[in-house]
């Protein structure tokens, strides 16, 4: 199954990150294992009003951070809700 979501990070009130997402699943069976990957499709750094495409830093620089930990765990948790 697969499903598209949204993922809102904020920090303090200072900014807000934005992160859409689109997760597969295969729950699996006796003779496969579950499986699951989850693609950014697009990432949006806003604060002070202004809005900053930032996929490429996310994908560079933040995907073993903890806001991708949180996205990874919300993105599963809301699964068969997208």
């Known amino acids: 199954m697969e499903g598209r979501g949204t ?3 904020t920090q303090f009130d200072d900014y807000i990150v934005t992160i859409e997402y689109q ?3 295969d729950e699996g069976s006796y003779d496969h294992a579950p ?3 989850l693609t950014i499709v697009e990432v949006i750094l806003e604060q002070d009003g202004v809005e900053t ?3 490429n830093l996310y994908e560079d620089h933040l995907q073993n ?3 991708a930990n949180e996205l990874f765990a919300y ?3 809301n ?3 997208v």
């Open 65 to 67: 951070s903890h806001i």
């Open 53 to 55: 495409l930032i996929t």
């Open 35 to 37: 499986e699951s990957e």
């Open 23 to 25: 997760i597969y699943w």
């Open 75 to 77: 993105a599963w948790e």
């Open 7 to 9: 993922f809102n990070y």
């Open 79 to 81: 699964k068969d809700n």
